[in-house]
């Protein structure tokens, strides 16, 4: 379970989540007073409309599926979604289980990540409208046919993209985008090193540094031969079983130089094996610490390589520098107009089926994103 825990994409909405709290309770499409970082738009509701949320009524306990009623009016900025599609992050069972950083009190619908069709939007949103196929984040109530978010956290999607890719798509990609680009200054023709990369986040690292960075070898490290298969699959060059097989030697056999930029969101023994790795002036990303061990990091590593060990911490961008955090979505969503890179899930559940998907995930048996669809 220390590996749900710590697994990166559940990181990026805490800044957001703890400016919101801070600040009250916010409305939730639950008709209850809950904590949101986003509530996405409506404009008035003429007639009662019903829909479907899974809620979470105490902590450890699986979610139940309520029916609720639509009645909110829309403040300042909001937008009003029928959801299609929600994606599973890790986020969302730490909230499940008490264990997030900011407690939500139950009861509450989880979920962080979705995508659907705008309903309505709130009189002074002047740049979506509704009809529009949206992606967007919020801190809760995802896991739900309806849901109210801030404006500032809805992208529009294009007609090609599925609402199932685009639930699987926002998270993943901005963070290993602004990882690889920003953070890492990633260049054509350069080794590139993925941990845990047949998790949403690496497979996604490993799409972009394949087809859009050009990297010349793409090396992604992940537990098992299917996992390997499948990375290779989506543009590794080649795969690490770092279950039977050493990290460092194999890389140097495949790169003798070493790796010049390392995606590491496993940490622990991994971590130390990756610097271990690393090319003359490489750079090592801090992604996430899915193995549940923070490493110490041995300076005199850096020193004598003149490498860089560099955190990515990409929801906190949204707060610190908005311009940066709407540029890395902007970016990954050209790229994917472009035909570059394609979004991977590896199973859908039905909201009904819900808990099994949660099992499914704590059983190990997911690759890439899992996903929730409403119809």
């Known amino acids: ?22 600040g009250g309770a916010v409305k939730n499409t639950h008709g209850s007073s809950s904590h949101g970082f986003a509530n996405l738009i409506p404009n008035r509701v003429s007639s009662k409309r019903f829909y479907r949320a899974a809620v979470c009524t105490e902590f450890g ?20 979604v029928q959801v299609s599609a929600s994606g599973i992050n890790f986020g969302d069972l730490l909230m499940m289980l008490g264990q997030y950083q900011v407690k939500v009190p139950p009861p509450f619908t989880p979920g962080s ?11 002074d949103v002047e740049n979506l409208k509704p009809g529009m196929r949206v992606a967007g984040s919020v801190t809760t109530g995802a896991f739900s046919e309806e849901v109210i978010g801030n404006s500032a956290m809805l992208w529009q999607i294009p007609e090609s993209m599925t609402f199932e890719e685009a639930a699987s798509f926002i ?17 054509a023709g350069e080794t590139v090193l993925v941990t845990a990369a047949a998790g949403a986040t690496g497979l996604a690292a490993v799409d972009l540094a394949s087809h859009v960075f050009e990297s010349s070898t793409v090396i992604g490290a992940c537990g098992s031969e299917e996992k390997c298969e499948l990375i290779k699959q989506r543009g590794a060059h080649h795969a690490i079983n770092y279950t039977n097989e050493e990290v460092k030697s194999s890389v140097m056999d495949i ?4 790796a010049d930029v390392i995606f590491d969101a496993v940490g622990g023994k991994i971590f130390k094996e990756c610097l271990r790795s690393i090319a003359w002036e490489g750079r090592l990303l801090v992604v996430g610490f ?6 110490k990091i041995p300076a005199n590593h850096l020193l004598v390589k003149n490498a860089s060990a560099v955190g990515l911490y990409w929801g906190a961008y949204a707060m610190q520098d908005r311009h940066t955090f709407d540029w890395s979505i902007q970016e990954c969503m050209r790229h994917y107009k472009a035909g570059k890179i ?11 089926r819900i808990n099994d998907a949660f099992q ?9 994103k899992v996903v929730i669809t409403m119809r």
């Open 1 to 22: 379970m220390s590996s749900l825990i710590r697994c990166p994409p559940e990181r990026i909405l805490r800044p957001l989540m703890k400016s919101y709290l801070a």
């Open 61 to 80: 306990k699986p979610l139940e599926i309520e029916k609720r009623e639509s009645e909110e009016e829309l403040s300042s900025g909001e937008v009003r």
């Open 113 to 123: 990540e979705f995508a659907g069709t705008i309903l309505e939007v709130a009189e």
């Open 171 to 187: 998270v993943a990609y901005g963070t290993a985008f602004m990882g690889l680009k920003r953070r890492a200054n990633i260049q």
């Open 255 to 258: 790169s003798p130089h070493g």
């Open 290 to 295: 899915a193995s549940g061990e923070i490493p």
């Open 342 to 352: 394609n979004p991977y899930y590896s199973a859908t559940f039905s909201l009904d």
């Open 360 to 368: 499914f995930i704590k059983d190990r048996k997911s690759t890439g």
